[in-house]
């Protein structure tokens, strides 16, 4: 027995077909460092190479630093595209792909739309847009409500479509006309009788009577409609054409005939057309939830990017929706994340950080090493996978590690990122204390850069009991320049904390030639959580300026500094 699949086994079908479930993300966290970026580059295009039944894209969670776009231009790697948000969206889901009625369609066309596809709502679009929505309701409505014998000439009906609704035959006149004034009337009557109601333009449904034909002739009738396909005489479609009164032959008998004339009205006269509730294919489902269980409509049209008409979309296609797969590098904590990640399904977490606050709804595969960077750990899957990374890859991966290990100076280097490091530096054909120094150089350079570009080039959010502090970071190998990104931050700082919401703000300006770093902040305890944290050790001692502090040996704000100040919120 042929089993028959419904709708939404169809689009579901359909949408297997052209790879929609096939596509992973692979995302670095908010605020992407060289790390997060390069690693996404590099292991997409690992995970393509040994997955090819899917297709691994990656993409950024935020824009684009000077020290990332030098490293990402000098090995000619494009940089992904962004995205705010992996929430679940319309054009995610496999939603009802009906195809657009024209508003001159018969409602018996409509009718016969709505019972094959098994809907009860029909888009109207012309040239790709929506026009309009005609549901069951509309029809059945116009069948059984309107009783209006004038309504063809009040929707200017087309000859073409009496002729449809009645599957009849044109015998005299142009199918493409409009009704414009008359009645439907039916010729039951002896003529002394139809007299008195036949008037001009009227449409007149009669049986093989000659008297009566020849009267509604006679008396300026628009069209005359016979009844069960009975031939008509000559002379009398010979005294129409000198009237210009439309002959059409009907099948049915009389009673039909007039039932379905009804029908022929055109979809554009009973569609509703203000106040439709529409939704676009870039909405995300729990945004669309609300206006879909407030309002009773079964269906409502969805609209592509450009306002085209894309498909229908009802309660129902929301309960399998299917959600962005994603696989996360370089963190592993929500606060970090892209937003709408709690709506994806994580499939792979690769990262070299504490374990934070990142929650899956079935096992993944999760990899965390404690090495120094996020790429140490690709190359490492590559070599595991017998794979060489091709030049541009290798750069990209290089270049992450000489970034986040400040040249292995930072305390996060291991001996694993620094052989990964040279390894990759060999087949990328750079020489990585060379490429240090440019790299640097292109990321702390200050000039064109507002303080907001500056403070949130590197930026990272954490919370602890119910404290809310942010730690950016900036990291050269000239004093100079760090001293005028310091002056430009120190006007600044104060209200980034206050616009941000955050209690406090930190941003170290790292020198990786004196392996210490000037601490500038904002907010309340700010400096007494600096004293707590560093001060008892001697590593916490005044600029010359007055306004900042020195933590000699911090460089690092995974391995240092974040952890310092969470423990100092921690101790009573």
Request: negative net charge.
């Amino acid at each position: 027995m042929e089993k028959n699949l419904t709708q939404a086994d169809e689009d579901g079908l359909a949408m297997k077909e052209q790879g929609a479930e096939t596509e992973v993300f692979i995302i670095g966290h908010k605020n992407p460092d060289t790390d997060s970026i390069c690693s996404s580059i590099a292991y997409a295009a690992l995970k393509n190479k040994l997955d090819p039944d899917k297709c691994y894209v990656p993409k950024r969670a935020g824009r684009v630093s000077r020290e990332t776009q030098f490293v990402i231009d000098y090995f000619g790697v494009g940089a992904p595209e962004y995205i705010d948000d992996v929430g679940t969206q319309i054009k995610d889901i496999s939603i009802r792909k009906v195809k657009g009625i024209s508003g001159d369609i018969t409602l018996k066309k409509a009718w016969e739309a709505i019972k094959l596809n098994n809907i009860v709502t029909l888009p109207v679009t012309l040239e790709g847009k929506l026009e309009g929505l005609i549901t069951v309701k509309d029809i059945v409505k116009t069948y059984m409500d309107v009783n209006d014998a004038r309504i063809l000439s009040e929707s200017r009906t087309s000859y073409q479509n009496i002729i449809e609704a009645l599957d009849g035959e044109l015998l005299l006149g142009n199918s493409g006309d409009h009704i414009e004034i008359g009645k439907i009337l039916v010729a039951a009557a002896n003529p002394d009788v139809l007299e008195t109601f036949i008037e001009k333009g009227d449409i007149i449904i009669t049986s093989n009577r000659y008297e009566s034909q020849l009267c509604a002739i006679e008396l300026n009738a628009g069209c005359i409609i016979t009844t069960t396909g009975a031939k008509v005489a000559e002379t009398i479609l010979n005294f129409a054409r000198e009237h210009n009164c439309v002959v059409i032959s009907s099948p049915h008998d009389t009673y039909t005939t007039a039932k379905l004339m009804n029908q022929s009205v055109p979809v554009s006269y009973v569609m509703k057309r203000e106040g439709l509730v529409t939704f676009k294919s870039d909405d995300y489902l729990v945004d669309i939830k609300d206006t879909m269980s407030k309002l009773r409509h079964r269906d409502f049209p969805v609209l592509d990017r450009y306002g085209d008409y894309y498909g229908m979309i009802s309660r129902r296609f929301l309960l399998n929706a299917g959600k962005k797969k994603v696989i996360l590098v370089d963190h592993n904590e929500k606060s970090q994340s892209v937003d709408g990640i709690e709506e994806a399904e994580i499939i792979e977490i690769i990262d070299h950080h504490r374990i934070g606050s990142i929650e899956t709804i079935a096992p993944v595969y999760f990899r965390n090493q404690p090495v120094g960077c996020t790429a140490t750990i690709i190359y490492q899957i590559y070599c595991e996978a017998g794979i060489e990374p091709d030049k541009e890859i290798a750069g990209i991966l290089c270049a992450a590690i000489i970034s986040d290990t400040l040249l292995y100076r930072s305390p996060t280097s291991t001996a694993a990122d620094e052989k990964a490091a040279e390894q990759l530096a060999a087949l990328a054909g750079v020489s990585t204390a060379q490429f240090a120094d440019l790299m640097f150089k292109a990321g702390s350079d200050p000039e064109g850069k507002t303080p907001e570009e500056i403070l949130y080039q590197d930026y990272k959010d954490f919370s602890l009991n119910d404290i809310d502090f942010g730690i950016g970071q900036i990291t050269s190998m000239y004093a100079d320049e760090l001293a005028v990104i310091k002056d430009k931050l120190m006007p600044f700082i104060a209200e980034a904390c206050e616009g941000n919401r955050a209690d406090i703000i930190y941003f170290m300006l790292t020198n990786i030639v004196e392996n210490n770093s000037e601490i500038i902040f904002a907010g309340e305890n700010a400096r007494k959580l600096l004293d707590e944290s560093f001060g008892k050790y001697g590593l916490c001692r005044e600029s010359e300026s007055g306004d900042s502090v020195i933590l000699d040996g911090v460089v690092s704000r995974k391995k240092q500094m974040a952890p310092a100040i969470l423990a100092a919120i921690q101790s009573p």
